[in-house]
């Protein structure tokens, strides 16, 4: 059973920082891409940063400069830093993982059960 478990959400004043967290944990061969999503009330679920084994890493526009994705292989952990929030970076934020769970098996999407991210003085 894999699990994906997310922490460091909160709530933080305008042009605070915040950093999460997410480590999958349970059978997993291999990992390919992990990434961060968020979703905003009354709005779909957007991708926010994402980055591959080997450290290649992609970002919304609207994080570009503000947000720093990162990863430890060893921990299979990734991480988010997110620095000059702004009261529309308030969501859910969920993490993402394709991987491996056998030799020869297809990559499979897991997701995590998301963290509240809040931007409010």
């Known amino acids: 059973q894999v699990q994906l478990v997310e922490s460091g959400g909160g709530l933080v004043q305008p042009g605070g920082s915040l950093r999460l967290s997410c480590a999958a944990s349970g059978s997993i061969l291999s990992i390919y891409a992990m990434a961060w999503y968020r979703q905003a009330p009354g709005k779909q679920r957007e991708s926010v940063a994402a980055i591959t084994s080997g450290g290649s890493t992609n970002y919304a526009d609207s994080v570009k400069g503000r947000f720093t994705i990162s990863r430890d292989n060893a921990k299979n952990t990734v991480y988010l830093q997110m620095n000059g929030l702004k009261p529309e970076d308030t969501a859910v934020y969920y993490c993402?993982?394709?991987?491996?769970?056998?030799?020869?098996?297809?990559?499979?999407?897991?997701w995590g059960q998301g963290t509240q991210v809040t931007v409010s003085s």
């Open positions: 993402n993982a394709v991987l491996r769970l056998q030799v020869g098996g297809s990559p499979l999407n897991y």
